[in-house]
């Protein structure tokens, strides 16, 4: 494939482009997401997302979900043809939430703009979702005053390498490593500056 090919991906009429960088290394852009706030409307799509990302995200119910939108500093919502594909849910300090992980950070900074969550839906994985809503996010964390980074854990047990070198890609660095779930689970704390 040359520069800018485009292709289609499967219930989705955007324009998909190859971008080859640096020999063997092709980023694929999609050149039709719109990002945009929440909305109540989106409520039964974000459930469905949630349950469809477990164990990856853990499970809430319908109204809990929604309660904790309710704290989020913002949710985004990426569409693709005017359809929701990827949502980022993120979390400033001292907001009450009770994830562990959320936790660890709220008791050792304050600084910080935590992602709890970020989801994409299956038929756009690997099609840029996930890396323009961490933009945005970056983009939104650079505009709230005292917030000097991005905070998020990636799983060591069960081991995540895509999202470790994923993370690490995008400037993340870790800060801290905590077991959850009675060592169950094990997770990587990281942390990105704003405006890298």
């Not at 190859?18 to 999609?30: A, D, G, K, L």
């Amino acid at each position: 494939m040359g520069f800018l090919d485009c292709l289609r991906l499967d219930g989705f009429s955007g324009h998909w482009c190859i971008c080859p960088i640096q020999n063997e290394t092709v980023v694929v852009i999609c050149m039709d997401v719109i990002l945009r706030d929440i909305s109540e409307g989106d409520s039964d799509w974000l459930h469905g997302l949630n349950e469809a990302c477990l164990p990856a995200v853990n499970q809430l119910s319908q109204k809990d979900l929604w309660a904790l939108v309710r704290k989020t500093a913002v949710t985004r919502v990426a569409e693709l043809d005017g359809q929701p594909v990827g949502v980022a849910m993120t979390l400033a300090p001292k907001v009450g939430h009770t994830s562990m992980n959320y936790l660890w950070f709220d008791q050792r900074f304050d600084d910080f703009l935590y992602l709890d969550r970020i989801m994409v839906d299956d038929r756009a994985r690997g099609a840029g979702i996930g890396k323009a809503l961490y933009q945005d996010v970056f983009q939104f964390a650079a505009t709230l005053p005292g917030i000097r980074a991005v905070t998020c854990e990636v799983n060591l047990r069960p081991f995540n390498a895509g999202s470790l070198k994923f993370h690490a890609a995008l400037g993340f660095v870790t800060v801290g490593e905590q077991e959850t779930e009675g060592g169950k689970k094990a997770v990587s704390l990281m942390r990105r500056p704003v405006g890298v």
